[in-house]
């Protein structure tokens, strides 16, 4: 079984400052990692993936996440975020392939970003 | 078409009622998921298609759900006797099963469903 745990429920943060989500998992398996953003009246579209190699996975709009096996954590962040990235951000994982790459997703960390 | 399509786009029933919720996934995409979003909540798994496969149904909640597709191509979920707790956005996403394993899974817009 798979789980996955988004420590913030909101982030509130003003204009240029950095930000961290914070995304912990469980699995019995070798997992990818997913941080996905919902902006305001929008699907679901993919910031960035881990599946192997490099911990350190650069995705757009200047965010970046971190895989840390022996934390089980894959915190995203940003160093200076804008108003446009107001929106709320889901970690998923998916667990192997024979589950058919389904996604477990957190709860959602909705950032408000300040001017 | 470019991206998944889902209809319709918002949708108010009466308690008791039944609804069709339909998805067009990614032309080549195999794989089809049905996601539920309650207000304030994250995603929640329904159910998931792949090729000719059973799909995997573990996600559904009641009896009262139900979703079918055809070939590699549009899915509908069916809700049975709506109830106010069934309000929620529906989210439809396709992915290509031969793509390596973590491939991306690209979603729709949702369905938002009302139910009062």
């Known amino acids: 079984a798979q789980s996955v745990t988004q420590l913030d429920s909101q982030v509130p943060v003003f204009e240029e400052a950095p930000v961290e989500l914070r995304c912990n998992y469980s699995s019995s398996v070798s997992v990818y990692l997913f941080w996905y953003v919902q902006y305001p009246n929008q699907g679901l579209q993919l910031l960035l993936k881990y599946l192997s190699g490099s911990t350190l996975v650069k995705g757009i709009n200047g965010f970046e996440a971190e895989f840390n096996k022996s934390q089980t954590s894959f915190h995203l962040r940003k160093p200076s975020v804008h108003i446009s990235d107001t929106a709320e951000y889901f970690c998923?994982?998916?667990?192997?392939?024979?589950?058919?790459?389904?996604?477990?997703f957190g709860g959602g960390t909705r950032v408000l970003v300040k001017p | 078409g470019a991206g998944v399509s889902q209809s319709p786009s918002n949708k108010v029933t009466e308690k008791g009622k039944d609804v069709e919720l339909r998805c067009d996934p990614i032309?080549?995409?195999?794989?089809l998921y049905w996601y539920r979003q309650r207000l304030g909540q994250g995603l929640e798994f329904l159910i998931y298609f792949q090729g000719n496969s059973a799909p995997d149904k573990s996600g559904l909640p009641s009896d009262r759900f139900s979703a079918e597709r055809t070939g590699e191509s549009v899915s509908t979920l069916t809700i049975q006797r709506t109830q106010q707790e069934d309000s929620a956005v529906y989210l439809c996403?396709?992915?290509?099963?031969?793509?390596?394993?973590?491939?991306?899974?690209?979603f729709g817009e949702g369905s938002w469903l009302t139910v009062v």
């Open positions: 998923a994982v998916s667990g192997s392939k024979a589950a058919g790459n389904k996604l477990t």
């Open positions: 996403a396709s992915s290509q099963w031969e793509a390596a394993i973590g491939n991306t899974i690209y």
């Open positions: 032309s080549g995409h195999t794989a």
